[in-house]
């Protein structure tokens, strides 16, 4: 075949077109131009540089004659094989007048259409080398030229699928390109099971889905089998006999070609060609070319399998990188979230110590100051000018007064004295207590409290103090009324209560100070900025812990965890905590 030859495809059923191209003439070295209608095909014969035209008899706007008379009333001779289903003796004879090389009737094999392109393109060059040539060189060359083209297939099969790297694509490649070169009728590529040591069917081209599916063949008593204990091709044909040769059991072929699928010198499976219908036996050519392509297979299969198994390997690696990404960084949110605690801590403490100072040493003047303040307004007559003075004093005194108890409270800051608690108990005590708050700011209370949450260890009594706090707090900042939604539920070996709010919220960048003593956005006189301090705190000792997440304008959130059973304090806070015990409310 002279290189570089161009190939006309004039027909208007693509099937027939993708035959001609993929199987016939480009595996071959030929060049395609396809057109799906006489007219199209026309121009490209009359502009291109074509070689041969391989038209249909039957096509829209114009037929393959009406085609041929035109290029012949323009003095075009381009080779040309004519292609019909409607085959006769006048129309053959209609398309040789005209020119036509060749003549195909549908269906036609690819060694048919094949052969019809070589005549049609080699015929004067074949014409003249048998001038010179005896008939026995001719015979030689021709299989020699059969012989390189073979070759050439299989190499463009074979680089075709060592590129390939998914097993499911590779195989299947491998079937169709088994089938292909070997012309026969169904392919199969059966692999070897380590687990049990049969052959079970990974790909198949021909063979019916019903016996496809669960196809497997034991290596002792099978030919395949016999392929994979030898390491050795089998051929066999049985064209002559009824009998047929068994493939399994129920299933009868009249020739069958088996070669061996190697890494290495181990055999993990068996490539097979048969033909269940046709009397064509398979020969040496036909195993040489399948052992070849075999060779290509084994070597793509193992590629394939170590690049799925690279893959995957880079994939969990992958994994193991996000989960470690993961947790490492919960862990630093932990550990600052545990630095900022213990700073919080520290500094509590530090203003706890300078507090207990403080009150201690104002408590003494205060007392005497309140204690004359009552005792002159006790004397003084009902219309003295110096009542309504006194009675101011008595009270910044009574309010300087609470304003140091909450100082001492905070100091002291007594460990919690365990006992089992019922939360839900809890919070409805506090709730009911912060009842006449409530109904002064119009605030709706909704409890949501889930049913099944347990007894948990704590000073009833502290907590009550930390839900009060914070739940005046909510109550304080809806203004013009609102939504308070409380709700507590297990989660696992812990406590989890909430305090929702629709008020006017916290900015963000006072979100990090809310806990810090004295810290307060309320106006003078309405608040020390201690509760929350004190609520932080006494949920610490708990060993729990209390976030808030804001927003300004849509409310704040308070979320409190806190164990059901703490590992390190016990009913007087120095030790586990007993086994049995009452709840408290």
Known sequence: MMPDETVLVVDDSRENVKFLCQYVLEPRGYKTVVAHDGETGLNYALTGAVDLMLIDLKMPR???LEVL?????????????????????????????????????????????????ERALTERRLRQEKERLEGGVVRINRQLAQRVRELDILSSIGKSVAQLVDVETVLNRVVEAA????????????????ASGELYLRAARGLGETFARGFRLKVEDSLAGQVVRTGKPI?????????????????????????????????????????????????????????????????????????????????????????????????????????????RAERLASVGQLAAGVAHEINNPLGIILGFSQGMLEQMPPDSAFIEPLRIVEQEA?????????????????????????VASVLDTTLDALGPQIALHHVEVVRAYDADIPEMWADAHQLRQVFTNIALNAIQAMRDGGCLTVSAAAQGDEVVISFRDTGIGIPEENLGRIFDPFFTTKEVGEGTGLGLSVSFFIVKQHQGTIDVESQVGKGACFTIHLPLRPSSLDTNGAGAAPATGKASA
Request: charged share 25%; proline share 2%; with cysteine.
């Open 398 to 422: 009574l309010r300087c007064k609470r304003i140091i108890q909450n100082l001492l409270d905070f100091s002291r800051q007594s460990r919690p004295v365990m006992a089992l608690t019922r």
């Open 235 to 343: 051929r066999i044909e049985n064209v002559t006999t009824d009998q047929g040769i068994k493939i399994k059991t129920g299933y009868l072929v009249k020739s069958l070609l088996n070669v061996p699928l190697k890494a290495g010198k181990r055999v993990i499976g068996v490539l097979c060609v048969d033909n269940q219908v046709s009397n064509r036996v398979f020969g040496e050519n036909d195993e040489k070319l399948l052992v070849a392509l075999a060779d290509y297979a084994s070597l793509s299969i193992v590629n394939a399998q170590l690049f799925q198994e690279l893959r995957r390997s880079r994939d969990e690696i992958q994994k193991w990188n996000q989960e470690l990404e993961k947790r490492v960084a919960e862990r630093t949110e932990e550990l600052q979230r545990m630095q900022t605690q213990l700073v």
């Open 62 to 64: 114009l037929t393959g």
């Open 69 to 117: 008379k035109v290029l012949k009333s323009k003095g075009h001779d381009i080779p040309t094989i004519l292609m019909t289903f409607y085959g006769s003796e006048e129309t053959a004879i209609q398309a040789f007048r005209l020119g036509a090389k060749d003549y195909l009737v549908k269906p036609f094999t690819v060694t048919e259409a094949a052969e019809a392109v």
């Open 179 to 194: 089938s292909y070169i070997t012309g026969a009728e169904e392919a199969s590529l059966l692999l070897v099971d380590e």
